[in-house]
């Protein structure tokens, strides 16, 4: 059973939880007033009337001090319908305010009053009966003080006699008594729960208005953005997150249109990638079986250079396949950077040389900055293979100028390589996806070195596997700067 009501919360709306929660409240505090009500009324109504004497006793001790007007006291006693006898030490009446009309202490004679005063100073505390005209009176005692109440059972009216004792600030001793009475309260039980009745039907339909509003602004818009997360899980990103409510669920619309967005630019790089690749695959794959057939169908075509031309596309179609691995891999985290020790700066001036010298033909120049040679541990062949993609990619895009510059910058704890070419630039909302693996520009290369898109996405594996950073600065026209840091 428990666990079918688990089963059952589990499985429930958010509009169902909601109501549930509301009406659970509501029922736990109509039952609430409702045992208080039945139960405690009476209880609670006596307690009232008896602290309402106790306040009445002490404030006419603040009157006897100097510390509060009699007008205060009249007022209150007229307030709360109770009425006062004030006596000195020696059994002198010296205030009187009468209050509700059966006043026990103003019909009791003035010997029943001074015996129960000298009772209070000769009873330590101990209970005291006390008859009048067929009427038991219960003195009853607050232990540890010197307080006293009297309890009137005659019918169903219950009166309360304070008794206190006290010493002004002049040493003169004083005894206060105030008599407060609890009337029948059958009508006003009923009258009370007749207003809990109305109350707790109004309750109801508050509550019913309160669910329909909550629904319209808080589960309504969930609702709608829970039915269009569906529609985006197969695979529809063109769907509009427009939900409207409080800020929280106004965050989360907008959360799922920007994962919308995203989802459906890398939904467009993988449908180039796979369009780039399969171009790319198709080109030596083609050259391969046709150099082949060539090979086995023409006597005298069964030369070095053209089984040389297989082995180059062979080794083209190797080198791709590698990089995809390469990248799945160290993202993965299935394979590690090999550390050793070398000579950072030397390997920059050797490959920039070596491209340089490729080049030379096209016009190209090439130059390398740097102040003094820098020793790094890292994986040689990944830092290699990143500088080398930063700089085949300045060539792609170096525009007509052919003028690329690398720079080596060394601050307190790393170094900073920069590729710097001057061609065409980046477009602003182009950047932040040039470091995607299936991001490919192909129609802003100029020189024909083609790629898969792979290279700048390779550069930030292994640049991050080494805990370094990468970016890029560009502007449209003036050509873009590339580079990475790395921990010396």
């Avoid at 080109?283 to 180059?312: C, F, H, K, W």
């Avoid at 020189?447 to 502007?475: M, P, Q």
């Amino acid at each position: 059973m428990v666990d079918r009501i688990k089963t059952y919360f589990r499985d429930m709306t958010i509009r169902g939880k909601i109501q549930s929660y509301i009406l659970a409240f509501l029922m736990i505090l109509m039952a609430t007033l409702w045992v208080i009500q039945v139960v405690f009324f009476n209880t609670i109504y006596k307690l009232v009337k008896r602290q309402e004497a106790t306040e009445v006793a002490q404030l006419a001790a603040q009157v006897i001090n100097g510390q509060q007007r009699i007008e205060r006291l009249v007022e209150e006693v007229a307030e709360k319908e109770v009425c006062i006898v004030v006596f000195n030490s020696e059994m002198q009446q010296i205030q009187s305010l009468d209050g509700p009309r059966d006043c026990i202490i103003h019909k009791m004679s003035y010997q029943e009053k001074a015996d129960i005063i000298n009772g209070l100073k000769n009873t330590n505390n101990r209970f005291l009966e006390y008859t009048q005209e067929d009427v038991t009176y219960r003195l009853v005692t607050h232990a540890g003080s010197r307080d006293f109440r009297l309890f009137n059972d005659e019918d169903d009216v219950e009166t309360f006699v304070y008794v206190n004792k006290i010493v002004s600030d002049d040493g003169e001793e004083y005894s206060i008594l105030v008599n407060a009475q609890a009337f029948p309260f059958n009508s006003v039980i009923s009258t009370s729960r007749m207003v809990l009745a109305i109350v707790t039907m109004f309750a109801f339909v508050f509550a019913f208005l309160l669910l329909i509003f909550i629904s319209r602004i808080i589960s309504d818009p969930i609702e709608q953005i829970n039915k269009k997360a569906k529609i985006l899980a197969q695979g529809k990103y063109d769907v509009d997150f427009d939900a409207k409510g409080y800020k929280e669920i106004n965050e989360l619309s907008e959360t799922m249109a920007f994962t919308a967005k995203e989802l459906s630019n890398l939904e467009k790089l993988r449908r180039e990638f796979v369009a780039n690749v399969s171009h790319d695959l198709r080109t030596p794959l083609t050259m391969i079986s046709g150099y082949a057939e060539v090979m086995r169908d023409i006597p005298g075509e069964n030369t070095a250079e053209n089984a040389q031309v297989i082995i180059n596309e062979t080794k083209r179609l190797s080198d791709m396949v590698s990089d995809v691995l390469s990248i799945s891999k160290i993202q993965s985290g299935a394979i590690k950077p090999n550390l050793e020790s070398y000579n950072l700066t030397e390997n920059i001036r050797s490959i920039t040389k070596n491209l340089s010298d490729m080049l030379r033909g096209m016009d190209f120049k090439v130059e390398f900055n740097s102040d003094r040679d820098v020793f790094i541990t890292a994986d040689k062949t990944m830092i290699d293979r990143s500088f080398y993609n930063l700089l085949a990619n300045a060539v792609n895009y170096s525009g007509d100028r052919k003028e690329i510059i690398v720079n080596q910058i060394v601050k307190r704890n790393f170094v900073r390589i920069e590729v710097i070419d001057f061609g065409r630039g980046i477009s602003e909302h182009t950047l932040p996806y040039i470091w995607e693996r299936y991001y490919k520009d192909d129609k802003n290369s100029m020189y024909g070195i083609k790629s898969s898109g792979l290279g700048l996405s390779i550069v930030k594996t292994f640049i991050e596997a080494h805990n370094g950073t990468c970016g890029v600065k560009s502007r449209v026209g003036e050509g873009s700067t590339f580079w990475f840091e790395i921990g010396i």
